[in-house]
């Protein structure tokens, strides 16, 4: 690591005040490694140093070419250092290979598809008449705070990295305590890669102390926070004060509404996928299953039956189909609401509690839990639990399903599974979800905007829009 984790005006860096923070690995709670932890001095010296970097005025106001080929570069080594990657990915969150892998493949072509992005980007010529030359060109912002959580550590890291450098700015980057390593491997490479000192800066530590002071600095221009809800909007109104552009990914509470005519088999291969991927701590997981009432009695049971032969284990280990939870913490979090459901009259179907198996007892387990008979008062529908729980509910009619998915305050994702094509496409559209799944649940491209509706974000990442939200639009009005 040489000198240490910290990585300001273009040196690797340990904490000012000593600090370190132990790295765990959810799968046996055993101390990976230990890495710097920032204060707030460290994150000033940091946005100074992004702040220079954008007013030298190089890397912002370098051609559009220069930052695709950087970022072209760093897509390259990316997949040079896959293998590598992923397994640190695995190591930190406890996710399977197998999606680690994936993961890096995604933040690779993150990387291409926004460098491809700026180097097209010409602006707008406005026809306001012949004696007049009308542009809508786009700057950068200027530096940009980008704060990501434990969940994809680096997929959402890259979401932010790579169109904040395509639209020329500079940032500080924060990743989750729980989760640093793959965003120290990423800055490594951005730097390999050949951005100049001061562009790219990580801070490593708590969101209370390292986040807060970030966020809260006058020197920053841009806040893009992906997390949970509570903490956005403590984020929001400390914005406000600036004020600061500010984009936000929160959480969600994601319905997958199957019709009768579904699929069947394709339909539960999926729900399970859905909400167990990554042991459902994923902010699209399709938590809520909202079942018509021909094929509810037979899909919960297939569906139980599935989700208690899903094999954990060791995310290294071939054949481990889902990981632990990403800390005693949270595990606990879990628990707490698993508690909530039983209480509050939710059908135990399968789960609900810590495996059996001694071979799992150190790690972080739970096992995929299945709650039917649920209906939308019950607090274990309505908020995000973050792990291997899905609610059933079911509907009669299309309008019933239509009312039950969108009955959330969040507002980010949602599946139909249905063999009618005209239905799928009037629910997808009567969805107030920023994604929605038809017949298929969890596939996105960069290509294309997400991000929620309602109390799931404001704003978008990826696409073209996720490029805009890191760029000033200015008009140039010339009379001729
Ligand atoms: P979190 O809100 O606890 O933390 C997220 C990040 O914010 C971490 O880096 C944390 O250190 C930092 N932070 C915490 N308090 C802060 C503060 N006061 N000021 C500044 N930064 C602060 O969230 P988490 O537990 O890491 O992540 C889980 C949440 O993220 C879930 O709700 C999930 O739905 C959401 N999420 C959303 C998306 C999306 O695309 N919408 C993607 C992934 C995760």
Same mark, same amino acid.
């Given at each position: 690591?040489?000198?240490?984790?910290?990585?300001?005006?273009?040196?690797?860096?340990?904490?000012?005040?000593? $600090?370190?923070?132990? &790295?765990?690995?959810? !799968?046996?709670?055993?101390?990976?490694?230990?890495?710097?932890?920032?204060?707030?001095?460290?994150?000033?010296?940091?946005?100074?140093?992004?702040?220079?970097?954008?007013?030298?005025?190089?890397?912002?106001?370098?051609? @559009?070419?220069?930052?695709?080929?950087?970022?072209?570069?760093?897509?390259?080594?990316?997949?040079?250092?896959?293998?590598?990657?992923?397994?640190?990915?695995?190591?930190?969150?406890? %996710?399977?290979?197998?999606?680690?892998?994936?993961?890096?493949?995604?933040?690779?072509?993150?990387?291409? !598809?926004?460098?491809?992005?700026?180097?097209?980007?010409?602006?707008?010529?406005?026809?306001?008449?012949?004696?007049?030359? /009308?542009?809508?060109?786009?700057?950068?912002?200027?530096?940009?705070?980008?704060?990501?959580?434990?969940?994809?550590?680096?997929?959402?890291?890259?979401? %932010?990295?790579?169109?904040?450098?395509?639209?020329?700015?500079?940032?500080?980057?924060?990743?989750?305590?729980?989760?640093?390593?793959?965003?120290?491997?990423?800055?490594?490479?951005?730097?390999?890669? $050949?951005?100049?000192?001061?562009?790219?800066?990580? &801070?490593?530590?708590?969101?209370?102390?390292?986040?807060?002071?970030?966020?809260?600095?006058?020197? &920053?221009?841009?806040?893009?926070?992906?997390?949970?809800?509570?903490?956005?909007? /403590?984020?929001?109104?400390?914005?406000?004060?600036?004020?600061?552009?500010?984009?936000?990914?929160?959480?969600? %509470?994601?319905?997958?509404? &199957?019709?009768?005519?579904?699929?069947?088999?394709?339909?539960?291969?999926?729900?399970?996928?859905?909400?167990?991927?990554?042991?459902?701590?994923?902010?699209?997981?399709?938590? #809520?299953?909202?079942?018509?009432?021909?094929?509810?009695?037979?899909?919960?049971?297939?569906?139980?039956?599935?989700?208690?032969?899903?094999?954990?284990?060791?995310?290294?280990?071939?054949? @481990?189909?889902?990981?632990?939870?990403?800390?005693? $913490?949270?595990?606990?979090?879990?628990?707490?609401?698993?508690?909530?459901?039983?209480?509050?009259?939710?059908?135990?179907?399968?789960?609900?509690?810590?495996?059996?198996?001694?071979?799992?007892?150190?790690?972080?387990?739970?096992?995929?839990?299945?709650?039917?008979?649920?209906?939308?008062?019950? #607090?274990?529908?309505?908020?995000?639990?973050?792990?291997?729980?899905? @609610?059933?509910?079911?509907?009669?009619?299309?309008?019933?399903?239509?009312?039950?998915?969108?009955?959330?305050?969040?507002?980010?994702?949602?599946?139909?599974?249905?063999?009618?094509?005209?239905?799928?496409?009037?629910?997808? #559209?009567?969805?107030?979800?920023?994604?929605?799944?038809?017949?298929?649940?969890?596939? !996105?491209?960069?290509?294309?905007?997400?991000?929620?509706?309602?109390?799931?974000?404001?704003?978008?990442?990826?696409?073209?829009?996720?490029?805009?939200?890191?760029?000033?639009?200015?008009?140039?009005?010339?009379?001729?």
């Amino acid at each position: 690591m040489g000198e240490g984790e910290l990585y300001i005006d273009g040196l690797w860096a340990r904490a000012s005040a000593g $600090g370190r923070r132990e &790295v765990v690995n959810p !799968y046996d709670a055993s101390v990976v490694t230990t890495v710097a932890e920032a204060d707030a001095g460290d994150v000033d010296r940091a946005v100074r140093a992004a702040r220079r970097a954008f007013d030298d005025g190089e890397w912002a106001g370098s051609p @559009t070419r220069r930052r695709a080929d950087l970022l072209r570069r760093v897509h390259d080594l990316l997949l040079r250092d896959r293998e590598e990657i992923a397994r640190t990915e695995t190591l930190d969150t406890g %996710k399977t290979l197998a999606e680690a892998r994936i993961d890096v493949e995604d933040v690779a072509n993150t990387f291409r !598809y926004f460098g491809e992005l700026a180097g097209k980007d010409g602006g707008r010529v406005v026809d306001v008449g012949p004696d007049v030359l /009308s542009r809508v060109v786009y700057e950068p912002i200027g530096v940009c705070a980008l704060i990501a959580p434990w969940n994809y550590p680096l997929l959402q890291a890259s979401w %932010k990295v790579a169109p904040a450098l395509a639209a020329g700015n500079t940032f500080v980057l924060k990743p989750s305590e729980v989760t640093p390593l793959t965003t120290i491997a990423m800055i490594r490479l951005i730097e390999e890669a $050949g951005a100049p000192p001061g562009v790219a800066n990580l &801070v490593l530590g708590s969101g209370a102390t390292v986040g807060a002071a970030l966020t809260g600095h006058p020197g &920053v221009d841009l806040v893009s926070f992906t997390g949970g809800l509570a903490t956005g909007r /403590s984020i929001m109104a400390e914005a406000a004060g600036g004020p600061k552009n500010i984009a936000l990914e929160l959480g969600g %509470k994601n319905p997958n509404v &199957v019709f009768a005519d579904a699929d069947f088999d394709a339909a539960v291969d999926n729900a399970l996928n859905a909400a167990f991927l990554h042991s459902g701590q994923v902010c699209s997981a399709g938590s #809520r299953l909202i079942v018509e009432d021909a094929l509810h009695d037979r899909f919960v049971d297939v569906l139980a039956r599935r989700a208690g032969a899903i094999r954990l284990g060791d995310g290294m280990a071939d054949g @481990t189909e889902s990981g632990p939870l990403s800390s005693a $913490g949270h595990r606990e979090k879990v628990e707490r609401l698993i508690a909530v459901g039983r209480e509050e009259g939710a059908r135990l179907v399968t789960g609900g509690g810590r495996p059996a198996d001694p071979a799992l007892g150190r790690g972080f387990f739970l096992e995929p839990t299945v709650f039917a008979d649920c209906d939308r008062s019950m #607090r274990i529908v309505q908020e995000e639990v973050f792990g291997p729980v899905v @609610t059933v509910e079911r509907f009669g009619t299309e309008d019933e399903a239509v009312a039950l998915a969108n009955d959330t305050r969040y507002g980010l994702a949602g599946g139909v599974w249905t063999s009618d094509a005209s239905r799928a496409q009037r629910v997808a #559209r009567r969805l107030r979800h920023g994604t929605v799944w038809i017949n298929d649940f969890h596939p !996105y491209v960069p290509q294309a905007e997400w991000g929620g509706f309602g109390e799931s974000g404001v704003g978008r990442e990826l696409g073209p829009t996720g490029l805009r939200e890191y760029q000033e639009a200015k008009h140039i009005y010339q009379n001729l």
